[in-house]
C-alpha cells in the first residue's frame, strides 16, 4: 500500500482527531508570538540549543507534532505524543499542537506490534519530505514525515478508552464522558474550549492590569450575607460557627474601594448552592471589576474595550459602543430583559386594534388599567403542528392566526373579527404561512408570555431547518434603567431588584422617601445572543442612604452589615463596577450546549463529580472533628 | 505663613502619606508603559480629549494627584481624592498614586472649613507652577499646585478614623487594624505590596503564557483526600454527604496532563484547616504548574526563569542558575531543610575531634553508629548573657565554649581536654568573643538542633545590632534528593515524605520493593532566606508503581483514588511540576512580618476575620437546610 493510499484512508481520521483546528487556534490566539518566536535575552544567555524553541523549551522534546512544515526538512527532531494510529511501517503521533506521520525502520517494529493506541511514545528522527503523490493537504504537516532513529515506549495505554474521543461521536453517553473526563479533555473540543479560555482571559487581564486595575484575591471564607439562603457552609473551628462560601466578592470589592485602592479586579470564584440546574454549577468564575470616580457609561465603555481587546480574531468581529436599551424597552419589544436581537421577530402592542376585536372577554379585560395586548407573528409559523404549538406552552386563551394562500387568516376563534384582523395583518405586515399569536394580561405579563414564546418559536424553527439565527454572529446589548426595588416575592414589603448596594438613578432620588418603586437604578445588564452573561451599577456611597435602604425599605437587619455602612462613613469614593460571567460568555462564544464545556472538571447537573464521586460520605468520628453531625431525617409527618 | 513655611511642616507628612514609595512603584512596575503612555487605535477612534489617560480612563478624573509635574503647567485639569491635610486656603489631596497641593481662592474657603480629613473631594483647576522658594523637593509633585476652580465634597468622613494611617504607627494595635482593614488598606504599606502582587502575578501569567502554558480553573468542591485531616468539609444536597476544599489541586493538575493539557498553570485557592498557626491562612494561594515530558532540571530552570522574568527591578538583582544542595548536605551543613545561606555560621561534623575528649559520657555516644557530634560557633556569642542563652534552646548537656582574649576558652565543662579544644578553635576558626557550641546525638538530630540554634542566634545577633543578615539581599536555594518514605509519625509501617504521587529517583528505583527508605525521591523544594517557598516533584506517571506505592508501600486504601491510578493506566505522559507559595514569597520580598500583610483581607491568627465576625453562628432551622446539626460538646469524662 503506498503512502498515499494510507494517507487517504486516514484523511477522515485527520480531521477529526485534535490536530488541525486546535493547531489553528495556536497559531492565531497565541499571547505574545514575538516572545515564542524569538528568545528571551535570559534564555540565549544559558545556551539552549534551538532558540526559538518556546512552548518546546523546558521540556524533552524539539518540536511540538503540529508544526512541522517543509523548512523543518533535513533537521534531526525529537517529539513526544500519543499513538493515535498505526498501520504497517507508519504511526501518526498525536500531541496537544497536532500530528505528524512516522515512519519506522524494519528494526522497529517489533516495537509497533504491540503498541496500543493513546500509548505515550518519544521518537527521534530526520524530517524528510514527503514525495509528490504523497502529500495530504488536508494534514497541517501532510508534506513531511518523520524517518525515525529510535522509538522509546514512556507509557502503555493498558486498556481501550471508554470514550471515543471523536468529536461527534458519544454525545448521548455524557455520563461516561464526565466520568473519564480527564480523556475527555484530549478531545479537540475541549482541548478548543480551554486554551481559548486561557487566552481570553490572559487579555483581559493585559486590558485591565494597563489601565491600572490590580487584581486583588479576595477570601471565600467569609460571613454569610443576611438573606444569602444559597450560601455554601463551611464548618470552622469553633463549634456552632461557620463560615460562608460567598455567591461573589460584593463587598469585599466595595471595602476596596473605601480602601483607596482606585481600581480592582479579579477573575473571581464564586459559589452558589443551589441544587441542580441545567446551565448552573456550585463553582463558578466572575470576571470581577469595580473602580472609583466612574459613572455608568464609563463603566460600559470599559467593558465593551475589554471585550474587543480579548475578542478572537477568528470570530466575527465586534464593533463599539455595544447598543442599550432600557429594561422596558426590552420588556415591551422582546418580553425579557436579555433579548436576543440576532433575529428580529419583536414583540407588537395592538392594544387599539384590540378593543373592537369581537372577542368579550378581550374587550372587556383592555377596560382594565395596565392591560395591554401584544401580537408575536412567527415567519412560517403555520407549519407548525398542534404538538409543536403545544410545547411553545401557547395557552388555549391566546388567539392564533395562521395566514394562509393569499392572506387568508385562519384563528382558533371564529369571534374575531375579521377588519382587525385585516387591520392587524396588514400593521404588522404579515406574508403567507405566518403564524400570529396574540396575548392578552396586566402589566408585563402578555410581554412575558410572548417572550417565552419568541425564544421558544424561533429555536423550534431553527431545528425544522429554517435558517433564521444567524451563523457566528454576537449580538452585545445593553440593558439600563432597571427598576431599583420590586414588591418582594413574599408578598409583604420591598426587596432589591438586583442587590441592596445598588445606587438610585439621580433624578429618581427624590422617590426615596415616598415611592420607592418607582425609582430606576443604576444597574446595566450586559447580553450577548439572549444570554445574560453581566451585571453591575453604580453603588451607594453613602452610609445614611445605605442605611435608609437597608433598614427603612427593605427592613433588613442592618447589624449584619454593619461593616460596610462603617466602611461608607469614613470617606468612601463614589464607584461603580460589574461581574461578568465568564464561563457563560464563553459557552456563548465557543457554541457551547453547556458552561459545562467550558470547564475543565464540572459537576454534573446534580453537582456530583461522576469522576471522583464527590460529595462523598463522612465518617461521624470524622465529622466530630468539625463540630457537627448529620441531621436525623424528617419523617413526612414532621 | 508662606507656602514655603507650609511646605516645610507637611514635609513629615508627604514622606510617610502613601504617596512616593507607592507613586515610584507604579512608575517602576507598571505592566505595559507603551499602552499606558500610547492610546490604542480603539480608543483614540472615540475620541478621548486625553489620548494617554490610561489610569486615568473610564473615569471623572482627568489626572491622578500624583502625576502632576512642572510640564502640566497651564493645563487644566480634574482631580479626585482624599483630603490628606488642610490648613488656611492649602488642601493636601491624595490618590493612590500620590499626593498634590491644592490653593482655594477665599470663596471656596467655606467648604474647607467643616470638612474633615479623609473626606473625598473632586476638584476643577489649573496647574501652576511653585514660586522657587516653594518648591517642596520631598514630594514628587512639589514643583507645582493647583489653583482651584471648583471643589465639590463627593463624600464626608464622618468620624476621625480609629486607626492611624502612618506606615509606623500602631503597630501594636494589630487587632483595630484588622477589624478596619479596609481604612488600613489607605496605608503605604498594604498599597505598595498589593500592587506588587498584582504586578509580580501578572509577570509570572506573562512568562508562562509565552511558553504555552494553558490557565486551567479546577474545582474547589471536590472529594476528600484519604488522610486529608486538614481539609475544610462542606455539606452537599445530599445529607450526609460532604464536599471537602482541596490542600491543592495535585490531582486535577496530574489528570490534566493525562488530558493532553502539555502545559498548566493556575494562580490557586487553596485551603487548610488548621486552626491557629503564626504563618498559616486557612486560605492560600499557590502558584501551580505542571507539565509533561519534563525533568526535574527543566522544572527548575523553568521556575527561575520565571521568577527572573518577574522580579521587581527596585529589589536587588537575582541571577541564574539558583544554586542547588542535596537534603543531606542542608541537613548537615545547616541543621535544616531550608537553609538561610545569606549568612554562613555553618555546622561542622567534628566526630573525630570528640572521640577523645575527655567527656565520659559524649565518648561513650560516639561509639555508637549514627552518632554524631556537631559544632557551631556564633561570632560574638560570648556576648549572649544566661537568659538569652537559655532562649536560644541551649541544653545543659551540650558543651559551652566562650573564646576570651588571646584565644581563652571558658566551656561549661571542666572535663573538657584542652588540647581537643585547641584542635577544634583552630580547625573551627574561632575568634575571640565567638561562642562555640557542641552538639551530641544520633543521625540527624543533633544536626537539626544545632541548625535551631543557629537561626536563633542569628535573629539574637541581629536584635543586639550586630550586622549579621545583609539587607535586600535575596537567597534562592534548591533543596533536592530528599528521601522518598519516612518512618510513620505513628510508629508503624512508612509515609511519604511529601506526598504519594512523587516519583523515586531512576537510580534508587530498584530499592522500590527491598529497601523502600534509602530511595531519593524526585522532589525538590525552593528556599528563599530560609523560608520554604515552594516544592515539587516528578510524578509517578505508571499506574503500576502508583498501585503499589498505595497499598504495599503505604498501605493505603487504593480505592479512594481508583479514578487517578486508572487515569495513568490510558497512557499518562511523564510529568511534573511545582507549586509556589505566593504569600510567603511576596511577604519575603516585601520584608513583611507576616503572610497576612501581602493579603487584601487576612484572617486573624485564630482564623477568624475581624471586620465581618466570621465564622458566624447559625440557626438550627438554617443548619437543618444542610442536613447537619451541632454536634454535642463532649464532656470531660467521655
Redesign the interface.
Known amino acids: 500500500m503506498s503512502t498515499r493510499c494510507f494517507c487517504r484512508s486516514l484523511q477522515k481520521l485527520f480531521l477529526r482527531g ?1 490536530a488541525t483546528r486546535v493547531a489553528r487556534l ?1 497559531n492565531s490566539l ?3 508570538d514575538e ?2 518566536q524569538c528568545t ?1 535575552v ?2 540565549q544567555s ?1 545556551n539552549f540549543t534551538n532558540e526559538s524553541k ?2 518546546n ?5 524539539s518540536h511540538s507534532c503540529g508544526e512541522f512544515r517543509p523548512s523543518h526538512i533535513g533537521e534531526e527532531v525529537k517529539i ?1 505524543g ?1 499513538v493515535q494510529y498505526k498501520r504497517l511501517m507508519f504511526l501518526i503521533v ?3 499542537s497536532g500530528t505528524v506521520q512516522v515512519l519506522l525502520p524494519e528494526s522497529m517494529l517489533g516495537v509497533l506490534k504491540d503498541l496500543p493506541f ?3 511514545v ?1 521518537i527521534t528522527g530526520i524530517v524528510h519530505a514527503r514525495k509528490d503523490g504523497e502529500i495530504n493537504q488536508e494534514m497541517e504537516t501532510g508534506e513531511i514525515e518523520i524517518q525515525a532513529k529510535s522509538i522509546k515506549v ?6 481501550k ?1 471508554p470514550i471515543n474521543l471523536n468529536v461527534n461521536a458519544d454525545e448521548t453517553n455524557e455520563m461516561q464522558r464526565m466520568k473519564y ?6 478531545s479537540e473540543q ?2 478548543f474550549n ?2 481559548l ?3 481570553m ?2 487579555k483581559m ?2 486590558f485591565l ?4 486595575f ?11 450575607t443576611p438573606g444569602g ?1 444559597r450560601e ?14 460567598p455567591q461573589s466578592p460584593q ?2 470589592k466595595q ?2 474601594m ?6 480592582y479586579f479579579q477573575i473571581a ?1 464564586c ?1 452558589r ?1 443551589e ?1 441542580s440546574k441545567p446551565d448552573r454549577q ?2 463558578f ?1 466572575q470576571v470581577d471589576i469595580e ?5 455608568q457609561e ?2 460600559r ?2 467593558i465593551e ?1 475589554m471585550i ?2 480579548s475578542w478572537p480574531s477568528f470570530k466575527e468581529q465586534i464593533t ?2 455595544f447598543p442599550s436599551m432600557t429594561y422596558h424597552e426590552a420588556m415591551v419589544q422582546y418580553g425579557c430583559d436579555k433579548p436576543d436581537t440576532r433575529y428580529n421577530m419583536k414583540l407588537h402592542t395592538v392594544d387599539d386594534l384590540m378593543l373592537d376585536c369581537g372577542i368579550q372577554k378581550i374587550e372587556d379585560n383592555m377596560k382594565r388599567a395596565g392591560a395591554h395586548c401584544v401580537a408575536l407573528v412567527v415567519p412560517q409559523g403555520s407549519m407548525f403542528s398542534r404538538k409543536e404549538i403545544e410545547n411553545l406552552h401557547i395557552d388555549q386563551k391566546f388567539i392564533l392566526v395562521k395566514i394562509g394562500k393569499s392572506g387568508e387568516f385562519k384563528a382558533n376563534t371564529n369571534k374575531f373579527k375579521s377588519n382587525t384582523m385585516q387591520r392587524l395583518s396588514s400593521e404588522l405586515k404579515v406574508q403567507e404561512g405566518d403564524l400570529m399569536i396574540i396575548v392578552c394580561g396586566e402589566g408585563y405579563v402578555p410581554y412575558e408570555v410572548s417572550g417565552k414564546i419568541r425564544t421558544k418559536a424561533a429555536s423550534l424553527l431553527e431545528a425544522k431547518g429554517v435558517k433564521f439565527i444567524p451563523d457566528n454572529q454576537f449580538n452585545f446589548l445593553w440593558i439600563v434603567d432597571f427598576p431599583l426595588f420590586l414588591p418582594a416575592e413574599s408578598g409583604e414589603g420591598l426587596e432589591s431588584a438586583h442587590h441592596p448596594f445598588t445606587a438610585p438613578h439621580p433624578e429618581d432620588e427624590k422617590y426615596l422617601k415616598t415611592d420607592p418603586l418607582e425609582i430606576r437604578s443604576q444597574h446595566y445588564d450586559l447580553v450577548l445572543n439572549g444570554a445574560e452573561i453581566g451585571g453591575g451599577s453604580i453603588r451607594i ?3 445614611d442612604t445605605q442605611r435608609y435602604v437597608f433598614e427603612n425599605i427593605l427592613q433588613e437587619d442592618a447589624g449584619q452589615l454593619q ?1 460596610l455602612i462603617d ?8 464607584h461603580g463596577g460589574i461581574a461578568l460571567g465568564l464561563e457563560r460568555m464563553l459557552a456563548v462564544i465557543c457554541g457551547a450546549n453547556s458552561i459545562r464545556d467550558v ?3 464540572p ?1 454534573t447537573v446534580e ?1 456530583r ?1 461522576s ?8 465518617s461521624e468520628d470524622e ?9 436525623p ?1 424528617k419523617t413526612t409527618e414532621e
Chains 1, 2 share one sequence.
Open positions: 485534535p495556536c497565541v499571547i505574545s516572545k515564542r528571551p535570559f534564555l544559558r518556546g512552548v523549551n523546558f521540556s524533552q522534546r513526544c500519543w498525536r500531541d496537544w493513546e500509548s505515550v518519544e514512556l507509557n502503555f495505554c493498558q486498556e478508552l473526563r480527564y480523556l475527555d479533555l484530549r475541549l482541548q480551554l486554551r479560555r486561557s487566552v482571559v490572559m487581564r493585559e492590569h494597563s489601565y491600572g490590580v487584581d486583588v484575591d479576595t477570601p471565600t471564607l467569609f460571613r454569610r439562603a455554601f457552609l463551611v464548618p470552622s473551628n469553633y463549634p456552632g460557627r461557620f463560615y460562608s462560601l463587598q469585599f471595602l476596596l473605601v480602601g483607596g485602592m482606585d481600581r470564584k459559589y448552592d441544587g456550585p463553582e468564575t473602580l472609583s470616580f466612574t459613572t464609563d463603566v465603555n470599559l474595550n474587543l481587546q463599539l459602543p456611597h453613602d452610609a461593616h466602611a461608607l462613613s469614613y470617606g468612601c469614593p463614589p470547564i475543565a472538571f459537576k453537582g463529580d469522576m471522583s464521586g464527590a460529595p462523598t460520605e463522612i465529622l466530630a472533628k468539625y463540630h457537627i453531625q448529620v441531621a431525617r
